[in-house]
């Protein structure tokens, strides 16, 4: 693990966060800047930069729990289909989105915008309750079936 890393620190459990499922290898937590509620990331607590880095099966690791996030959140948000991608924008640490898409545009390329020079703001935070809330329900779910 790296000691200034952001994702490093919450496996650690030295920051906060809004805990969806944890393993021995695996974290997953509320993105506290959701595209939708539910809005969840899969990070492994070992520190790999890149999704590319992390062995085979640990990425199939977030892939099937992705899966199964994705399963229920379907039928709690009322969701055709919920949008899985590994992601390092914001932080080099491997990560996956897991994403309750209620719009095609939730989870898009902007090779698909038209227009140019946009200006792209993070989506609000909600409240900790709200994301307490979330978390538990997902936990919930989660860990039912």
């Given amino acids: 693990m790296s000691d200034n890393c952001l994702f490093c620190r919450i496996a650690r459990h ?3 966060a809004h805990v969806v499922h944890e393993d021995d290898r695996l974290l997953a ?3 506290i800047h959701p595209v939708r509620p539910g809005h969840t990331l899969i990070i492994p607590k070992q520190h790999y930069p890149y999704y590319e880095d992390m062995p085979a099966d640990l990425a199939g690791s977030i892939l099937n729990l992705g899966q199964k996030l ?3 959140m379907k039928r709690l948000y009322d969701v055709e289909r919920v949008g899985f991608a590994f992601t390092g ?3 080099a640490h491997a990560h996956a989105h897991v994403i309750p898409m209620h719009h095609p545009q939730d989870v898009t390329s902007t ?3 038209e227009q140019q020079n946009l200006t792209f703001t993070m989506p609000p935070q909600p409240a900790a309750e709200a994301l307490a809330e979330t978390a538990a329900q997902l936990r919930g779910e989660l860990h039912a079936s």
Avoid: A, S
């Fill in 111 to 113: 090779q698909y915008i």
């Fill in 70 to 72: 994705g399963r229920h």
């Fill in 14 to 16: 030295e920051i906060p």
């Fill in 89 to 91: 924008i914001h932080v």
């Fill in 29 to 31: 937590f509320l993105d």
